[in-house]
């Protein structure tokens, strides 16, 4: 038998069944890893080796009994993003390093009650703001494939420990490609759910019309065990959708025979790597091989998402942030003057400096004067993008293209150039902006380094997204191959 880390979340949920190992031994052995190769990763901000081995033991116990839930004792690591009852959230940020939640996310109870084994909480780029992790007030992560680049971000951490193999699946979320462009730097499956699909309630907020949680695995088919388990309506989240229980793992199988798979020549414009460009076409060839046909589809609002994001993301995060006072929780500042003293201080030592300048480009947009020129405008344009997609999606049912622009970068590369950092999600952004499904899937290595292709496609068709995306994986394997961490290690 391979070793325990290298199966899938449907290998270990059989092997638990059959009695090969336990619950407990499945946590020890992530554990384990965990305190040998997370060091030099730094991929967990919080590791909860107690309660997880306390709940792999009564996972252990429920099966004896007959009462195993679909992830029962399958190990899981949740972005530090997602509040969790009696473990520090701290959103990758100073501001919440003494927060110990007194209640959990929906994702995070649904998860649990389904039988999950938290292993710990993952780094993450402050707030989710970041497309490299190196926003994190408990530093970089070190993607696993080259201790020399980023994993991405701002889900940076969940996509390293998933691809390094320190946890089996973990969540995730993605507000401007938070999910998929680490998948993409990693080397792994990771989904975007249509907005409203998953819960957000107990999720730190960072721009709400757009923030969505969904699910990072090693392939589609492990990411849609996860994400069925997370998914559903939840009546504390005023924008939950109203939808019977989602299946998204009885249709992985189903032919592909004549879907029709968009590819929009404007993303393949000067700025794509070109590694990437023949990947995502070799891979169209493989899904025409499996029966899709293959469409142009032209999306002209494409070059707006970046600009109309910048102003609605951050208009959304002044508001949302506003509530890091210093008074109620989170950092305070020691030996106030007076309560504009506690407010500005306890802010000053709180946020790092890309959550600064978003706050304030933010409140400048939504300020009276230019609320018009900018918020109004950029929210006109979102429209527009999203009337674009539902066009192409008249003449096609995918929409396929690259994840990110080139394959993962250099650690330090980019700190000093924002423009250059937020063109990283120029594939990504326009679909949180649309409020659609995408998944992004490993397709292919350019010197080393993983690339990743995504799939768009309509509201509520994440199934379909995953059928696509499972049925490649058949074919290919790509999403099998794994980072050469061990060695790494041995020779340390
Ligand atoms: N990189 C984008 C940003 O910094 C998206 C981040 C995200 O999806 N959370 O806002």
């Not at 899981?76 to 939640?101: E, V, W, Y």
Request: overall charge negative; aromatic content about 8%.
């Amino acid at each position: 038998m391979s070793e325990l880390h290298e199966l899938s979340l449907t290998e270990q949920l059989t092997g638990l069944a059959a009695g090969e190992f336990s619950a407990t031994e499945l946590t020890r052995h992530y554990l384990s890893r965990i305190e040998r190769l997370d060091p030099a990763l730094n991929s967990y901000i919080t590791v909860c080796q107690d309660t997880a081995l306390a709940a792999a033991a009564e996972q252990d116990a429920l099966r004896a009994v007959g009462h195993a839930g679909p992830l029962a004792g399958i190990p899981i690591a949740h972005k530090d993003i997602f509040c969790t009852q009696g473990i520090r959230t701290s959103a990758g940020s100073r501001m919440l390093d003494n927060f110990i939640p007194p209640y959990s996310a929906t994702v995070v109870e649904k998860l649990t009650a389904a039988g999950a084994v938290v292993l710990g909480k993952t780094n993450m780029d402050e707030f989710a703001m970041g497309s490299s992790n190196e926003n994190s007030f408990y530093g970089a992560v070190k993607n696993p494939w080259s201790p020399d680049c980023v994993p991405g971000g701002s889900s940076g951490g969940s996509a390293a420990t998933v691809a390094a193999r320190l946890c089996t699946v973990a969540t995730g979320t993605d507000t401007g490609g938070s999910i998929r462009q680490p998948a993409a730097f990693c080397g792994i499956t990771g989904i975007k759910p249509t907005y409203g699909r998953v819960s957000r309630w107990g999720i730190i907020a960072y721009a709400s019309s757009l923030d969505q949680a969904g699910a990072m695995g090693r392939s589609a088919e492990d990411a849609a065990h996860l994400l069925e388990a997370m998914a559903g309506f939840d009546e504390r989240d005023s924008t939950s959708v109203m939808d019977a229980g989602p299946d998204f793992t009885s249709l992985l199988t189903a032919d592909i025979s004549g879907k029709k798979i968009g590819i929009c020549r404007t993303y393949f414009n000067a700025g794509l790597n070109p590694a990437v460009e023949a990947a995502v076409m070799s891979a169209a060839k493989q899904l025409e091989a499996l029966g899709a046909t293959l469409v142009d589809v032209e999306l002209t609002m494409a070059d707006h998402a970046i600009p109309a994001y910048y102003i609605i993301a951050p208009a959304e995060a002044s508001a949302n942030l506003s509530r890091y006072d210093g008074v109620r929780f989170g950092h305070r500042c020691d030996n106030p003057a007076d309560i504009d003293d506690l407010y500005k201080r306890s802010r000053a030592e709180g946020f790092g400096k890309e959550v600064k300048s978003r706050i304030m480009v933010g409140s400048f947009a939504l300020s009276a004067g230019y609320y018009d020129a900018y918020y109004r405008k950029a929210q006109q344009i979102r429209r527009l993008i999203k009337e674009d997609f539902l066009q192409a999606f008249q003449q096609v049912d995918y929409i396929l293209g690259p994840t990110t622009p080139g394959p993962a970068f250099a650690i330090g590369e980019m700190v000093d150039d924002q423009v250059a950092m937020y063109l990283q999600d120029i594939y990504t952004i326009a679909v949180n902006l649309a409020g659609l499904p995408a998944i992004s899937i490993p397709a292919g290595f350019t010197g080393g380094l993983p690339i990743g292709m995504q799939l768009i496609g309509r509201h509520l068709d994440e199934a379909g997204l995953l059928n696509i995306a499972h049925r490649y994986q058949q074919v290919t394997d790509w999403h099998r191959q794994g980072p050469a961490l061990e060695q790494e290690a041995n020779h340390d």
